[in-house]
């Protein structure tokens, strides 16, 4: 006997076929009227819950979901024009107030990143937070050293051409042509007065990472962290995606342990946050490289 994934109150149902016509992978079928689950198809199920959210009449429910996994939804009060203006003020920022950022705000960035999309549910990303003075500084410390040890072997022509095997032409590009300038800079600045030019000195610190194995695990982590950035944009937080602190983490035995990363899981991004120290009056156009409607080439 086919298990039934999909739970159907028969007298609330309408029929109307709503959760059939939405099902990305043809798993559920009429069946005298009511909606059940298509025995041959239901290994295929992936728990998206999508008939579960179309559903008017709330007839359907998934075997694999608790009811309280949904939630009823309210009509978007933002209109485009509103919603692009927000999308203006956003800026990043590397200039901070000496003001911790409260965890009810923490809070609330991961509720919203969390509303991110994936490529299939479950969310494999998972978030790091690091939000402690001393730890934000142990941190600090082993990019600096890190980075001491990429730019010394920058310096010599057998260390740059170990590097370029390692790496591959792409990566080797970015390391040269922008990494060890950039690393080269924060350094220096860095042994001089304690300047950080990695994380600016901003008092809360997220980490996007992600199980290897997890379906386009690396445009989720990606988008999770969108999400959170545009989220401490409401709440009037300021915050830069960091692109120099992942590679440190991600090769880092000690910095994994210390953090709780699995063998599995890829370091994809970080993003910094706190308090703006100054707000920004104007914002600055931006276009995309190109865009094409149905171009055909001839």
């Known amino acids: 006997m086919i298990e039934q994934l999909h739970l159907v109150d028969s007298e609330t149902c309408s029929g109307d076929g709503l959760c059939v016509e939405v099902c990305p992978h043809g798993a559920l079928e009429l069946v005298d009227g009511i909606a059940a689950t298509v025995g041959d198809r239901a290994e295929f199920c992936i728990g998206c819950g999508q008939c579960v959210a179309v559903c008017p009449t709330e007839a359907l429910r998934l075997q694999a979901m608790p009811n309280e996994d949904f939630e009823r939804l309210q009509r978007p009060s933002v209109d485009f024009d509103q919603f692009h203006e927000f999308l203006r003020t956003r800026r990043s920022v590397r200039l901070f107030k000496d003001r911790e950022v409260a965890r009810e705000d923490i809070d609330k960035i991961l509720l919203a990143a969390a509303t991110a999309p994936m490529g299939f549910p479950p969310h494999t990303t998972e978030v790091v937070v690091i939000d402690e003075p001393d730890e934000l500084k142990f941190l600090l410390e082993s990019l600096v050293n890190h980075y001491d040890g990429l730019i010394k072997a920058f310096s010599n022509p057998i260390g740059r051409a170990f590097l370029r095997l390692a790496a591959g032409a792409e990566t080797y590009g970015e390391l040269r042509d922008h990494v060890v300038e950039a690393a080269t800079f924060a350094n220096e600045d860095y042994r001089r007065d304690g300047t950080d030019r990695y994380m600016y000195g901003a008092p809360a610190l997220m980490i996007f990472h992600a199980s290897r194995w997890g379906a386009s695990y ?38 994994r342990a210390r953090y709780g990363i699995a063998k599995d899981n890829r370091v994809l991004t970080s993003l910094i946050l706190g308090h703006p120290k100054y707000r920004y009056r104007q914002g600055i156009r931006r276009d995309l490289a190109g865009v094409q409607f149905n171009r055909v080439a001839h």
């Open 218 to 255: 690396v445009e989720n982590g990606h988008l999770v962290c969108h999400h959170a950035m545009l989220a401490a944009l409401s709440l009037g937080l300021g915050s830069t995606i960091i692109g120099m602190i992942p590679p440190v983490v991600e090769r880092s035995k000690e910095l």
